[in-house]
């Protein structure tokens, strides 16, 4: 038998080993090393390219808030997968549409072995402001009366005579709210009243509230002087009754009592008693009812005004002084007044007391409630703040030295005007009478009496007559030491 080299079989024993090993391979198969597809459907970031997202972005996080202001039209919502083999839903970084109010915006992640997960970023637009409100209203001379407030609407700016313009400047409580074209803007004044109106518009765009300042000019008259601005207002008008009000309309009252050179100039003589008085720029006493509606209309006259009083069977262009009656006079006593002419005339009672006070000026503390002037009527003396001393502000029986003394000597009230108490008396339209009760405006007195309506105190009365709320009355035709008057005008 030939024998197999030794190198052969060796060989022949590897192959065989081959073989037995890979037999085994194929029936056994081969390790997978394949990994298994990806879960993770997470962001590793998500932003916004407006507002800010709440909470702060956590990739455990799924639910977000943007609040964007009202006209916002559109937002990109933009995430970045933690596994790059996740893929997010086709809005990612799309600018995408919005409207008022909550826009919600799903993210979805997709993972590799196709889990999900949503991130949910509601935004909300916030709808249109509705708010017409101003934070502050200023003006660029004088003050506001009643003082700022957002739920006030109307108010009040007197201004010297002269003063050609002024600006009102509004803020708005809401920054989208639109203001009115003449706000901060400088605007032309004529003498008298001049309403100046801004209009604040809310975003809405339907939403708006007009806040009124009128602004009122003091008069110059070169026969008697200044006639200062008195706003319109409410007041309380005794300690009756809370329910007692009266309104005024605005009106202007000469800063002082006309004087006896004043009242000579218009009617060519005057009938005050040299020994009460301390000379000519003193106001003018002992006249009459009938001298004072007479000086009046005269005065008017003289300025080309429209008269204010008509008097049967009386022509005022020719009437002399010496024609003005001293006794009792029925036709003067049917006097009537035409309150929309622009004339001088007398004040009303309730004007006068409205001025008087200081009308919504009132220096004291809590006068003012509302609005409303509810304590002026209390005052000791006009200009009174409840500290100061009545012989600053009136001339009276402790100071005056039983004399009259120049126009406008004193300290003047809030509203700037002059012996309101004290020097002499001053008559008043009204017929004396009781008090009506309730609400009144404009309220001009008793149709007819037998007394006309006297008020402010004089030099030759005591403290308690120059008190705000102290009236009395005398006949149409007395001529009393320490009677005069001051006239008003529209």
């Known amino acids: 038998m030939n024998k197999i080299p030794l190198e052969r079989k060796m060989k022949q024993k590897i192959f065989g080993l081959l073989l037995v090993l890979s037999t085994v391979l194929v029936l056994t198969g081969c390790p997978n090393d394949t990994k298994p597809l990806s879960n993770n459907a997470d962001l590793s970031a998500l932003t916004v390219n407006i507002g800010s997202l709440s909470p702060v972005f956590a990739a455990d996080t799924t639910a977000y808030t943007v609040s964007v202001p009202n006209g916002t039209s559109s937002i990109t919502v933009t995430g970045i997968q933690a596994d790059h083999t996740a893929t997010l839903s086709t809005n990612n970084g799309v600018s995408l549409d919005l409207t008022v109010g909550d826009n919600p915006i799903i993210l979805t992640v997709t993972a590799a072995d196709g889990s999900t997960q949503d991130y949910v970023v509601t935004v909300s637009v916030t709808a249109a402001g509705t708010s017409a409100d101003l934070s502050a209203l200023t003006v660029s001379t004088g003050s506001l009366i009643p ?35 003449n706000n901060g803007v400088s605007q032309d004044l004529t003498e008298g009243d001049n309403p100046i109106i801004l ?98 209309n005269k005065l008017s006259i003289a300025e080309g005004l429209t008269l204010a009083y008509e008097v049967p069977g009386v022509t005022f262009s020719t009437l002399t002084y010496g024609n003005i009656p001293t006794s009792r006079d029925d036709d003067w006593d049917l006097a009537s007044a035409n309150w929309t002419n622009t004339g001088y005339r007398l004040p009303t009672e309730m004007e006068w007391m409205w001025a008087a006070m200081g009308a919504s000026s009132d220096s004291i503390g809590g006068d003012i409630v509302d ?120």
């Open 371 to 490: 609005g409303v002037n509810t304590g002026g009527h209390a005052k000791a003396f006009a200009g009174s703040d409840g500290s100061n001393a009545i012989g600053d502000y009136a001339w009276y029986n402790s100071n005056s030295g039983d004399k009259s003394h120049p126009a406008g000597a004193r300290v003047s009230n809030e509203l700037g005007l002059d012996d309101m108490s004290g020097n002499v008396f001053e008559w008043c339209w009204d017929w004396f009478g009781t008090y009506p009760t309730g609400d009144e405006t404009d309220y001009k007195g008793a149709t007819s009496g037998t007394s006309r309506v006297i008020r402010g105190g004089g030099w030759h009365n005591n403290a308690p007559n120059c008190a705000v709320a102290y009236r009395c009355g005398y006949e149409p035709n007395r001529q009393i030491i320490d009677v005069g008057f001051r006239v008003v005008r529209p």
């Open 199 to 296: 209009t604040v518009t809310a975003a809405d765009g339907i939403t708006a509230k007009d806040y009124v300042v009128m602004v009122g000019t003091d008069y110059y008259s070169s026969n008697i002087g200044i006639l200062m601005y008195v706003p319109a207002g409410t007041f309380q008008r005794d300690g009756v009754s809370a329910e007692n009000t009266s309104t005024v309309s605005a009106f202007r009252m000469s800063e002082k009592e006309i004087t006896r050179d004043q009242f000579r100039a218009i009617m060519g003589a005057e009938p005050s008693n040299t020994t009460y008085s301390n000379g000519t720029t003193d106001p003018v006493q002992i006249v009459n009812w009938y001298h004072a509606i007479a000086f009046c």
């Open 147 to 181: 003082a700022f407030a957002a739920d006030t609407t109307a108010y009040t700016v007197s201004v010297p005579n002269g003063t050609s313009s002024i600006a009102v400047t509004g803020v708005q409580a809401d920054t989208t709210a639109v203001l009115s074209a």
